[in-house]
């Protein structure tokens, strides 16, 4: 049998499948994070390991209380005493006085944990000095609290990844692929392309794949945020990290496991943080020449003053008399001045946003993106797959007169809609021509009246007519369903449809009947994101679409957008972003929302790409800064609204930092700074700033109107 094609008037912008060939290499080992700049070296503290730190502070604590006791308590020289606060000293800071030697073996002095070491042996040594008091418990002190914040540093580094971690658990252990007869359990990895995999209910689904036998119901929730279960029946296509939740399916693979949608999300995930925003980037360049110029500023403060009063060019008495005073200061100057709060509260912040953002269902690629998204002014939008669902749908059906109203036979219950007889007639008539067509038209005709395929309406002598439509007989009724070009042919006089959309006109017996209006539907979300977006402050919102100029205009004024253009190829949406681009706001940034291979070169050139479909289109991921999992458009807003909100609290953290650090060295260097102001500038400000940075982790919900 000749293969029937459909050729209805119609035109719509062309959606492209994947066809789009990639390679990467998929590494799921998560990289240990390093603060740069300071030369923080801050490990990932397993469970283990945070209840390790946590008797370790403890212990110090115990030990220092028994110190102070025999210190308040017992007569003993300097150097016993010394001796006695070792043991809880040794006991807090040997792991950074160890990466302290570690980072001066290297070459790379001027971290973090080298500052606290020279600040707190300094603090142990300045009671040997003639008229010093010993501060042997605010080295302890010191030692202790940067512990306590590392140990809250990484309970909130822990919590951000945890939020990620929610995608990352989505990887599979075991696929049982069908071969020799015999059901295997074997690694994803091995599973090739074409191999049939089982999956019971409860397991995870290893493989992207199609459904060939079997039906359930799928958790998707891991991928797109969506709570409602979806169901799944043969042919259908299935995605890797779902969880099958009834019954058993088989399915045959259509990706590796490199090339699934599991390993791209973990990939993206994982990369998330190699992408610098500009405020990590100020800050990274910040502490690589801040801290060697405090470190030379603290010895300048120690040896000057001394030597200048020795000299007798300001101040009086001998150079070993002021030295203890201005080392003290020097030593106090130098705990202060570590950047600690701001090498781990920044990063830790946009990390925050980035797992926050994951929790919704939306994958940033890099915390730079946080800055485009949150300085957005100009959203460019595709139409298909993108603001409409992509999939024709009856709009309108308009009987004419001439229709009958008496069918012979049952035309109730057309599942959308609300229809009159004649009406329901003219559909059903329609769908049961088009029975046979695997054409999207005649699809939307059967979706429109499920009951032709079980009324028992008998369809004979079905014709396709190449560039005009489908004629059938329907219970003895001849029906053509076609374009105009078809109705003139057969003598029956058609008209015209004022509604925008494809015009599907059906002639009964050679008499007009009326026509159907075939349409791509407005996805539930637009209006609602265009509008909040709008609220949040977007000054243009465009449509970009290779539909024709009247479809994509009524769009646009469904939706409310500020400019349509239409008719488009990708190379001409490239060149209308460009405009936009040269015209945009100053210190505002354009993102385009697109779907589909022919997106992708937009994508790229927009200063921040949002992927509507991610999970559909390799080259839309691939291309695109930001993913929405769940192709649901008003996650552009929540989008722009946690970058925002991460970008603030990054703020908060550098100018609370700077300024509480400022106050604090001012002190020290005039002589009314203590050592304890040390302490609270460097890591009680690094514990609020990392207190602050969680916030970042809040639970950013989509709410509907």
Not at 124 to 134: A, R, V, Y
Not at 278 to 284: D, L, V, Y
Not at 620 to 634: K, N, T
């Amino acid at each position: 049998m000749e293969e029937m094609k459909h050729s209805h008037e119609h035109h719509h912008e062309c959606h492209c499948e994947n066809s789009h060939e990639h390679h990467h290499d998929c590494s799921c080992s998560t990289e240990e994070h390093e603060h740069l700049g300071c030369g923080c070296h801050h490990h990932h503290h397993e469970e283990g390991g945070l209840k390790s730190k946590l008797f370790l502070i403890g212990a110090t604590i115990i030990l220092l209380i028994i110190a102070v006791f025999i210190e308040k308590n017992y007569d003993l020289a300097t150097w016993q005493l010394l001796l006695v606060y070792l043991i809880p000293y040794l006991l807090i800071g040997h792991e950074t006085l160890d990466e302290a030697a570690e980072g001066i073996a290297k070459g790379d002095m001027f971290n973090e944990n080298f500052l606290m070491a020279i600040a707190t042996i300094g603090a142990l040594c300045i009671g040997f000095f003639p008229g010093s008091d010993t501060e042997f418990p605010e080295a302890v002190f010191v030692m202790l609290f940067f512990q306590v914040g590392e140990l809250f540093e990484g309970y909130a580094e822990g919590k951000s990844r945890d939020s990620i971690s929610h995608l990352m658990n989505i990887r599979p252990d075991v696929a049982n692929v069908e071969r020799n007869g015999k059901v295997e359990s074997v690694s994803p990895e091995d599973v090739k392309i074409g191999e049939t995999i089982v999956i019971r209910p409860g397991e995870k689904v290893p493989l992207d794949g199609v459904v060939v036998e079997g039906n359930s119901a799928l958790n998707t929730i891991a991928l797109t945020g969506e709570s409602m279960p979806r169901d799944l029946n043969e042919g259908d296509t299935i995605m890797s990290g779902c969880i099958n939740l009834s019954g058993v399916v088989r399915v045959r693979t259509t990706k590796s496991f490199g090339e699934s949608t599991v390993s791209k999300i973990i990939s993206l995930v994982e990369s998330a943080d190699k992408n610098k925003s500009k405020s990590e980037a100020f800050i990274t360049r910040f502490a690589r020449v801040y801290t060697p110029i405090v470190v030379f500023a603290a010895i300048a403060l120690a040896f000057i003053p001394p030597f200048l009063a020795a000299t007798g060019i300001v101040g009086e008495g001998t150079f070993g008399e002021n030295f203890p005073l201005w080392l003290n200061r020097a030593l106090i100057f130098l705990v202060v001045s570590c950047p600690c709060a701001l090498v781990i509260s920044v990063p830790l912040t946009f990390f925050g946003g980035i797992g926050g953002a994951s929790r919704n269902g939306i994958l940033i690629k890099g915390s730079n993106y946080m800055d485009a998204l949150a300085k957005v002014g100009t959203v460019v939008f595709d139409k298909t797959g993108t603001l409409t669902h992509g999939e024709f749908a009856v709009a309108a059906v308009h009987a004419d007169a001439s229709c009958p109203d008496h069918p012979s036979h049952n035309a109730d219950n057309v599942h959308i809609g609300e229809y009159s007889d004649k009406e329901k007639i003219l559909l059903h008539l329609a769908a049961h021509a088009e029975h046979f067509t695997t054409h999207p038209i005649g699809a939307a005709l059967r979706t429109a009246f499920p009951q032709e395929a079980t009324d028992g309406c008998e369809v004979t002598d079905v014709e396709e007519i190449a560039g005009q439509g489908i004629r059938a007989k329907v219970n003895g009724k001849e029906v053509c369903v076609g374009n105009k070009k078809m109705m003139e042919n057969i003598g029956a006089k058609w008209h015209d449809c004022n509604q925008v959309g494809t015009i599907i006109h059906v002639a009964i017996d050679g008499k007009y009947a009326g026509h159907i209006v075939i349409n791509d539907t407005l996805k539930e979300g637009s209006a609602h994101a265009i509008r909040e977006l709008k609220e949040l402050g977007v000054e243009k919102t465009v449509m970009l679409t290779g539909d024709r100029r009247e479809v994509g205009e009524d769009v646009a004024h469904k939706l409310g957008l500020d400019e349509c253009r239409a008719e488009l190829l990708p190379t001409d949406k490239v060149s209308h972003v460009e405009q936009l681009l040269k015209t945009k706001p100053a210190g505002k940034t354009l993102a385009y929302v697109g779907d589909g291979i022919n997106d992708a070169p937009v994508l790229k050139r927009a200063d921040v790409g949002i992927a509507m479909g991610g999970l559909g289109s390799d080259a839309a991921i691939e291309a695109a800064d930001v993913v929405l999992m769940d192709d649901d458009p008003r996650k552009i807003a929540l989008a722009v609204k946690i970058a925002r909100r991460t970008i603030h609290i990054a703020h908060e953290n550098v100018i609370f930092a700077i300024g509480v650090k400022v106050a604090v060295l001012i002190l020290a260097t005039i002589g009314l700074g203590t050592m304890w102001m040390a302490v609270f500038a460097d890591v009680g400000v690094t514990v609020l700033a990392v207190l602050n940075a969680m916030r970042s982790l809040g639970k950013n919900r989509l709410f509907f109107r």
